[in-house]
């Protein structure tokens, strides 16, 4: 049997299966972009949901598998050559797996940086931003008096929306024809904004409707549905 117990990850979530890929998240739109990958590949994992309302990823079991206490973080008991491999950050995991499993990332080397890029778009300015909107427009933010933060993100969301528009406008996918880790990493983040982050009206979401229509045709996929809620709550 797979002995995890170097990790001191696995003290706080014990593994029953050690032999599979340990995948510790939330179903957030950082979260679900490794969900979603993983039910994508058909890679075997086992979810363990890590409560970040109760400081879950603050621990010292947690943060010594991810030192920046965020989720999702991976432990794959075969990882290069063969070792137990800990990973953090959602883009790299992304990354990770697409490479492992030789899958939604393309194999010509241009297409395959330009997929990378898309992918920072996201991990830098997409993820953030829309982020940002959702905390001054649905969290604590709502309470600050001064709306100039608010309109500032609202502002930038509406831009990189643009850009993402502008991207699709004709293409199924991001990189055109073929669904790759670029779609994987934003789906979750576009639907939040218009669902739990209640920002449709606010930055104008119906005037991208390249952007709605992929996002329509993202979230028609199984793997995604089951992504979007792994791990389950606790």
Known sequence: ???????????????RHPERLQLYS??????????????????????????IFEDRSHTDEFKSLNPNGKIPAILDPDGPGGRPLPLFESGAILLYLAEKTGQLLPADPAARWETVAWLMFQMGGLGPMLGQVGYFNKFAGREIE?????????????????????RLDGRAWIMGGDYTIADVSMLGWVRNLITFYEARELVGFDDFPAVGGWLERGLARPAVQRGLTIPARG
């Open 1 to 15: 049997m797979t002995d995890l117990s170097a990790f001191p990850i696995t003290r706080q979530f014990p593994p």
């Open 26 to 51: 939330a179903p957030t739109p950082n979260g679900v972009k490794v969900s979603i990958m993983l039910e994508e590949v058909g890679l075997p994992y086992e979810p363990h949901y890590v409560n």
């Open 146 to 166: 001064d709306k100039r933060p608010l309109e500032r993100y609202v502002g930038e969301a509406k831009r990189l929306l643009g850009v993402l528009e502008a």
